[in-house]
């Protein structure tokens, strides 16, 4: 089991936002997050807790290691207004976080 | 460029079954291990199920074991979801996605999806 945390939240631009993921046993980094805007798909942005996917901007980061996780966004920018979410690969069956919905104060 | 195509949603009644496609471009089908996701109406997203590339593996969530099949045809490029005694809880949008692993892991392109509606 995934469980992220705040499920929203809103930050002015420019902000340092950070999620958080937490699972139920140690996933030992197999750890994924994705990006998903309303009625769109969802975007792959981190593999392996911390591998920054091809193309995604450098505003993004993840840390963790063990059961807790962190997505961050450095500098938050309008256009990231979107949901996120976790995704543990250690084992199937593969499970989400709940997501996280970021929003612009 | 990557594409991924799913077809075959619509409104069926609780029990009753539904096959779903997903017809795949733009890159070499036959190598790469696919899922299946969904999305209830306004809520997270849930992982369905997996095939590896030859379709010899294949990994359910439990809400969905015993009920729903995944299944590939290598030569027509195109996943399918054999979906059996539909719930209404069933009902959302699912989508296929690409794995670029050899196990399941995660996704890095997905269709934009098909409406399932489970319903009396």
């Known amino acids: 089991q995934m469980t992220q945390s705040p499920s929203s939240l809103s930050a002015s631009v420019g902000d340092r936002v950070t999620i958080t993921c937490r699972a139920s046993q140690d996933i030992r980094k197999y750890l994924a997050w994705y990006q998903q805007k309303p009625g769109k798909v969802p975007k792959l942005l981190i593999v392996a807790a911390s591998t920054l996917e091809s193309g995604v901007t450098s505003r993004f980061s993840g840390s963790g290691s063990g059961t807790d996780y962190i997505l961050t966004i450095s500098s938050l920018q309008p256009e990231d207004v979107a949901t996120y979410y976790c995704q543990q690969y250690k084992s199937a069956p593969l499970s989400f976080g709940g997501g996280t919905k970021v929003e612009i104060k | 460029q990557v594409q991924l195509v799913e077809s075959g949603g619509g409104v069926v009644q609780p029990g009753r079954s539904l096959r779903l496609s997903c017809a795949a471009s733009?890159?070499?089908?036959?190598?790469?291990?696919m899922h299946w996701v969904r999305q209830a109406p306004g809520k997270g997203l849930e992982w369905v199920t997996f095939i590896s590339y030859d379709g010899r593996k294949k990994y359910f969530a439990d809400s969905v074991k015993g009920r729903f099949n995944i299944s590939r045809d290598n030569s027509k490029s195109t996943l399918y979801l054999q979906m059996d005694s539909l719930r209404d809880e069933d009902t959302a949008i699912y989508f296929c996605?690409?794995?670029?692993?050899?196990?399941?892991?995660?996704?890095?392109?997905g269709g934009r999806g098909t409406r399932v509606t489970v319903s009396s």
């Open positions: 733009g890159f070499t089908f036959n190598t790469y291990g």
């Open positions: 996605a690409r794995d670029p692993n050899s196990q399941p892991y995660y996704f890095d392109y």
